[in-house]
Nanobody, 122 residues
Framework: QVQLVESGGGLVQAGGSLRLSCAASGRSFSSYVMGWFRQAPGKEREFVARISWTGVTTYYADSVKGRFTISRDNAKNTVYLQMNSLKPEDTAVYYC???????????????WGQGTQVTVSS
């Protein structure tokens, strides 16, 4: 198991940028696939991005491709989500997750953070 704590959320105007961080504690962070999900009010949790344990392979939801970048620093046990050109529809609670498979659904990830709120105003 790995424990995850997100930070970096906040209020930003449309077109702006934010960088989310997810700090992990526990063993073997570098062996986990890391992902970001988000959940808007009244909606299901949705996949945003994932990154392989090496950091070489990334995958994005179509809705964020070209605007968001996921990265990781295994020496710091941290994964990041750089969000550019933000839109009001990006408003959600963003969750960091760790898993053992390169999945795109919540059930593929066994460890979750508490979430950080991102609000994009128009």
């Amino acid at each position: 198991q790995v424990q995850l704590v997100e930070s970096g959320g906040g209020l930003v105007q449309a077109g702006g940028s934010l960088r989310l961080s997810c700090a992990a504690s526990g063993r073997s962070f570098s062996s986990y696939v890391m992902g970001w999900f988000r959940q808007a009010p009244g909606k299901e949790r949705e996949f945003v991005a994932r990154i392989s344990w090496t950091g070489v392979t990334t995958y994005y939801a179509d809705s964020v491709k070209g605007r968001f970048t996921i990265s990781r620093d295994n020496a710091k046990n941290t994964v990041y989500l750089q969000m550019n050109s933000l839109k009001p529809e990006d408003t959600a609670v963003y969750y960091c997750a760790a898993g053992r498979v390169a999945g795109r659904v919540a059930d593929d990830f066994g460890s979750w953070g508490q979430g950080t709120q991102v609000t994009v105003s128009s």
